[in-house]
């Protein structure tokens, strides 16, 4: 049986094989192929954000090597950078939620 974390990693995996290799380099994401993986997988990230242009600045801030597409090294960036963020997000809810319950408390 695997652990939470080998799921969560060959989860990974499997989604970015799923999108990458439609076009060109079956281990690579073309600007195409990643706006189609951030619509599939993460709708309401997109969706928050207002700016036309979200895809493109990722897609420049992922290609480290600057060949026009996200290898999967690249594309794991992302995901540490959001998974970072949304974690972020919660322990300061938590902590907001705790001082709601007891204004004294830190």
């Known amino acids: 049986m695997c652990s939470h974390l080998q799921t969560a990693m060959e989860g990974l995996i499997a989604v970015f094989h799923s999108y990458s290799g439609k076009e ?3 281990y690579k994401l073309s600007k195409a192929e990643l706006k189609n ?3 599939g997988e993460l709708t309401e990230f997109l969706a928050a954000s207002k700016d036309p242009m979200v895809v493109e600045k990722i897609m420049h801030d992922l290609d480290e090597n600057k ?3 996200v290898d999967f090294q690249e594309f794991v960036v992302l995901v540490a950078a959001l998974t970072v963020a949304c974690n972020e997000f919660f322990v300061d809810e938590d902590k ?3 001082c709601k319950k ?3 408390s830190k």
Do not use: F, I, Y
Request: charged share 40%; no cysteine; proline share 7%.
């Open 24 to 26: 060109g380099d079956k």
């Open 37 to 39: 993986l951030l619509q």
């Open 67 to 69: 060949d026009g597409e």
């Open 96 to 98: 907001s939620m705790k």
């Open 102 to 104: 007891d204004p004294g």
